[in-house]
């Protein structure tokens, strides 16, 4: 069965720390684009990062920038993201997506696996 599984998920303190993991089986994430996303209650999903398929070229949405890191391990067909220096407004369910593909995409439709969603929870 081809799934992609997120953890890391919790819940922190403002200005805290997490890492995202998102792990494949049944497929190899090699040949994969791998992006995050979220979306909070009453919101639409938006982009969060994005890893092309050699690791070489990360994006980032803005309120992101120099707070979140995407990383990738191939051995452990393992995409990261760090996050630091948490925001209430980072409270959201955090997915990671694969696209079969070298580049990148902001258009989760644009992506052939999902994960289950690890919720981030942001509150003192």
């Known amino acids: 069965q081809l799934q992609l599984v997120e953890s890391g998920g919790g819940l922190v303190q403002p200005g805290g720390s997490l890492r995202l993991s998102c792990a494949a089986s049944g497929f190899t994430l090699d040949y994969y684009a791998i992006g995050w996303f979220r979306q909070a209650p009453g919101k639409e999903r938006e982009g969060v990062s994005c890893?092309?398929?050699?690791?070489?070229?990360?994006n980032y949405a803005d309120s992101m920038k120099g707070r979140f890191t995407i990383s990738r391990d191939n051995a452990k067909n393992t995409v990261y993201l760090q996050m630091n220096s948490l925001k209430p407004e980072d409270t959201a369910v955090y997915y990671c997506a694969a696209r079969r593909n070298y580049y990148c995409s902001g258009a989760p439709n644009d992506y052939n696996y999902w994960g289950q969603g690890s919720q981030v929870t942001v509150s003192s």
């Open positions: 890893i092309n398929m050699s690791g070489g070229s990360t």
